[in-house]
T-cell receptor, first 110, second 111 residues
Framework: RKEVEQDPGPFNVPEGATVAFNCTYS??????FFWYRQDCRKEPKLLMS???SGNEDGRFTAQLNRASQYISLLIRDSKLSDSATYLC???????????FGSGTRLLVRP | DAGITQSPRHKVTETGTPVTLRCHQT?????MYWYRQDPGHGLRLIHY???????DKGEVSDGYSVSRSKTEDFLLTLESATSSQTSVYFC??????????FGPGTRLTVT
């Protein structure tokens, strides 16, 4: 089992739709998780941090399910500008190293 | 945006030549990281630093070395570049809460 696993997509949705991505992780001791957004040929940018059961920021909601070892990212009212690759990230251990998933690609169409 | 820059932004070099990439930060963060990103592999850690002169290997460190003589600078050296090292290289910084912030990347092509 990969340490962090994501569905690569692409998820192709119309503007205004709600879309959700799941990500599974293998290290049950992990306490904090992150979602990064990466645009084509750009650097990853931190979108949300998830330290407890979940986090909400505007149209974006991240939830953590420790029992099943997955985190999810929900995007409501999708915008064209949300088109990007979303990376799920978990700590590798206590040394401040991170494990990045391969990413889920989102395409929002007009 | 975090104050982090990388140089050069693009480089083409020949097989067998040494190459040094530079990462510079103005945030005074303790942790610095070098990653490479390739299609089908995602981001993979090459080396990281947890302080001046304190560095350690990541998961794909073979053929790479690093140095950190000042808090703000983290250098990545390809000792003898090979075609398999053609990639996009990202530097990241972190303050110790696991959050990392990335530089704009360096596109390296080894011919």
């Amino acid at each position: 089992r990969k340490e962090v696993e994501q569905d690569p997509g692409p998820f192709n949705v119309p503007e205004g739709a709600t879309v959700a991505f799941n990500c599974t992780y293998s290290n049950s001791a992990s306490q904090s998780f992150f979602w990064y957004r990466q645009d084509c040929r750009k650097e990853p940018k931190l979108l949300m941090s998830v330290y407890s059961s979940g986090n909400e920021d505007g149209r974006f909601t991240a939830q953590l399910n420790r029992a099943s070892q997955y985190i999810s990212l929900l995007i409501r009212d999708s915008k064209l500008s949300d088109s990007a690759t979303y990376l799920c990230v978990a700590p590798r251990d206590s040394s401040y190293k991170l494990i990045f998933g391969s990413g889920t690609r989102l395409l929002v169409r007009p | 945006d975090a104050g982090i820059t990388q140089s050069p932004r693009h480089k083409v070099t020949e097989t067998g030549t040494p190459v040094t990439l530079r990462c510079h930060q103005t945030e005074n963060h303790r942790y610095m990281y070098w990653y490479r990103q390739d299609p089908g592999h995602g981001l993979r850690l090459i080396h990281y630093s947890y302080g001046v002169k304190d560095t350690d290997k990541g998961e794909v460190s073979d053929g790479y070395s690093v140095s950190r003589s000042k808090t703000e600078d983290f250098l990545l050296t390809l000792e003898s570049a090979t075609s398999s090292q053609t990639s996009v290289y990202f530097c990241a910084i972190g303050g110790g809460n696991y959050e990392q912030y990335f530089g704009p990347g360096t596109r390296l092509t080894v011919t």
